[in-house]
């Protein structure tokens, strides 16, 4: 079975950080696709990052110069760093693999 799980969110002030993880489960985590997304209240969700199998990299404007999202097969897990983090940065992440296995989420929640 599947398992996608993330960890790492919650509270930060502005221009702080952040390092979400996600730990997958049941595939060979190698030839496997993740995506972040996330989900403003009252908003839909808007992808954030990928990170193929063969690490091609992606981010949304919005975010290229401040995240880097990263994969370490030998622990299954992909990172997404958040720097700089803004207040519109504030939503639920989400880990996505290969494009229809999602995570729970995690909150992140940027405020003074």
């Known amino acids: 079975q599947v398992h996608v799980v993330e960890s790492g969110g919650g509270l930060v002030q502005p221009g702080g950080s952040l390092r979400l993880s996600c730990v997958v489960s049941?595939?060979?985590?190698?030839?496997?696709?993740v995506d972040w997304y996330r989900q403003a209240p009252g908003s839909e969700h808007e992808w954030v990052a990928i990170?193929?199998?063969?690490?091609?990299?992606m981010y949304k404007d919005s975010v290229r110069g401040r995240f880097t999202i990263s994969r370490d097969n030998d622990k299954n897990t992909v990172y997404l760093q958040m720097d700089s983090l803004k207040p519109e940065d504030t939503a639920v992440y989400y880990c996505?693999?290969?494009?229809?296995?999602w995570g729970q989420g995690t909150q992140v929640i940027v405020s003074s």
């Open positions: 996505v693999l290969d494009t229809h296995t």
């Open positions: 049941g595939v060979d985590f190698r030839r496997s696709t």
């Open positions: 990170i193929t199998r063969g690490n091609s990299i």
